[in-house]
Nanobody, 124 residues
Framework: QVQLVESGGGLVQAGGSLRLSCAAS????????MGWFRQAPGKEREFVAA????????IYADSVKGRFAISRDNAKNTVYLQMNSLKPEDTAAYYC?????????????????WGQGTQVTVSS
């Protein structure tokens, strides 16, 4: 059974940094695109970042470009999200997701497997 487990969330002051991790188990995802999405209370889940199977292609939402960086370690079946210069509007539950395709996209419906989420709270 496929399982994605996020970790690394927490409470941080504005301007601070956090690094999220998502460990996949149940199968190998080395040939799959992986992504991060987030959902704030009362809002729809939105795209944050995604990475191709080899890590050569990354895409970001405009709101996080230049502040967040996605990476992956296929040997560990893990994807990361380094978040710097955090803002209060980054507060949300963050979810990792995996596509059956190698190509990363921004569309939530393109992703087939999802984690349970990790909470990030940024105080002003």
């Amino acid at each position: 059974q496929v399982q994605l487990v996020e970790s690394g969330g927490g409470l941080v002051q504005a301007g601070g940094s956090l690094r999220l991790s998502c460990a996949a188990s149940g199968r190998t995802f080395s040939r799959n695109a992986m992504g991060w999405f987030r959902q704030a209370p009362g809002k729809e889940r939105e795209f944050v970042a995604a990475i191709s199977w080899r890590g050569g292609t990354t895409i970001y939402a405009d709101s996080v470009k230049g502040r967040f960086a996605i990476s992956r370690d296929n040997a560990k079946n893990t994807v990361y999200l380094q978040m710097n210069s955090l803002k209060p509007e980054d507060t949300a539950a963050y979810y990792c997701a995996v596509r059956t395709s190698m190509i990363p996209t921004m569309r939530r419906l393109d992703y087939d497997y999802w984690g349970q989420g990790t909470q990030v709270t940024v105080s002003s």
